[in-house]
Structures are given as C-alpha cells and as structure tokens.
C-alpha cells in the first residue's frame, strides 16, 4: 500500500475518533449544563434539554450532504482541517456560555460543522485501492465507533475533576492536538468530481 494513502487511513481515522469522541464527551454534559445556566422552571428547561440535545444530530445529517458537495470545489484537506478548527472554537465558547439561546446556535452552527466526517469518508474512498476500500472504510467506521463509546465516561470523569467549563477547554486541547497531527500527516487528494449532486448518488460508490 502507498505511505502516504496509508498514512491518509490512519490520521483521519484518529482525527475521526478524536471528533466522535469529543461530541459524545460533551453529551453527557449538556443536560447538566443546561439546568445549571436555565432561569426556566423545570419543565420548561427539560424542553430546553431536548432542544439542544437534539439540534447536532439533526444538523449533521442536513450538513454532510452539503461537505461532500464542497469537496468538489475546496481541497478535502483543508475543508477537514476548517471543520476541525470550528468545533475547537465551539466548544471553547459552548464551555463559558450562560444562555440557553446561545447554547442551542452553538449547537446548530456544531452540527453543521459536524458534518466534515463525510470529507474524512471521502478522504479515505480517495486514498484507498478498488481492493481495499472495503476493509478501509470498516477501519474508519470502527475508530469512528470506538469515539462514540469512549466520548461519555471520559466526559463524565473530566467534569468531575476540571468541572463542566474545564471539561470544555480540556476536549478543545484533543481538538487542537487532532488538527496538528492531521495537518501534518494527512496527504491531499484530488478534488472530487463536479457531476455529484446534492442529495444525489452518494460520493462514495
């Protein structure tokens, strides 16, 4: 296998554990948080909970479509490496925000950014043989895997030691150490055709 095609499958796959992890890290938080920062009686603040807990995944799944269409025009690398820079900055103000509103936009505007694990999807189809794309799209979904079940309990024990604002700050600092060994390791790869639509057959086949 190609160095740098193998170096691309294990760099975005980290990265794509690096973000599942910290996105199911600060599920745990949220509802904690959002009861904390309410001024709303308690039935009032449960919808709060479902509002902002609900808003990412909802997002993401508008938002992916969106990421692979931009491939065609943006260099994936550098789309991966904004997306990641994003969710950095978000957290970072998720963690010091006393308003519910600006929690629930931070959320929406985290969804939409949550959407680049389509990029590191292509990212891989791109940098895998016709005989290995398989086997590497199932390594990239089982690190992806792997974040979503270790993101909760770290999340839990981190709020419980640094408390819910260091929590935060501590999940961006794992952002900025994945966008460094990304920006550094991941190798581009080619802009993917225009002939895909929006919503359209998938980029990967």
Do not use: C
């Amino acid at each position: 296998m190609d160095p740098d095609k193998n170096r691309n499958l294990i760099f975005i796959s980290l990265s794509q554990f690096g973000m599942a992890m910290t996105a199911n890290f600060i599920m745990v938080l949220l509802p904690f948080l959002t009861f904390k920062i309410s001024s709303y009686s308690s039935q009032e603040t449960s919808l709060w909970v479902g509002l902002i807990m609900g808003a990412h995944p909802f997002v993401v799944m508008i938002a992916s479509n969106f990421w692979g269409v931009l491939t065609s025009r943006f260099s994936p690398k550098l789309l991966f490496m904004r997306g990641l820079l994003a969710n950095i900055v978000l957290f970072l103000l998720m963690g010091f925000t006393s308003s519910l509103h600006v929690l629930l936009i931070l959320r929406i505007l985290q969804g939409v950014f949550g959407g680049i694990s389509t990029v590191g999807l292509i990212i891989i189809s791109s940098s895998s043989s016709r005989e290995r794309i398989s086997a590497d799209i199932g390594f990239f979904q089982t690190f992806l895997t792997l974040g979503q079940l270790v993101g909760p309990p770290i999340g839990a024990l981190a709020a419980s030691v640094f408390g819910y604002r260091g929590a935060f700050v501590s999940v961006s600092i794992v952002l900025l150490i994945v966008i460094i060994f990304s920006y550094l390791n991941v190798e581009e790869v080619p802009l993917q055709s225009k002939q895909e639509k929006l919503f359209g057959r998938s980029t990967v086949n």
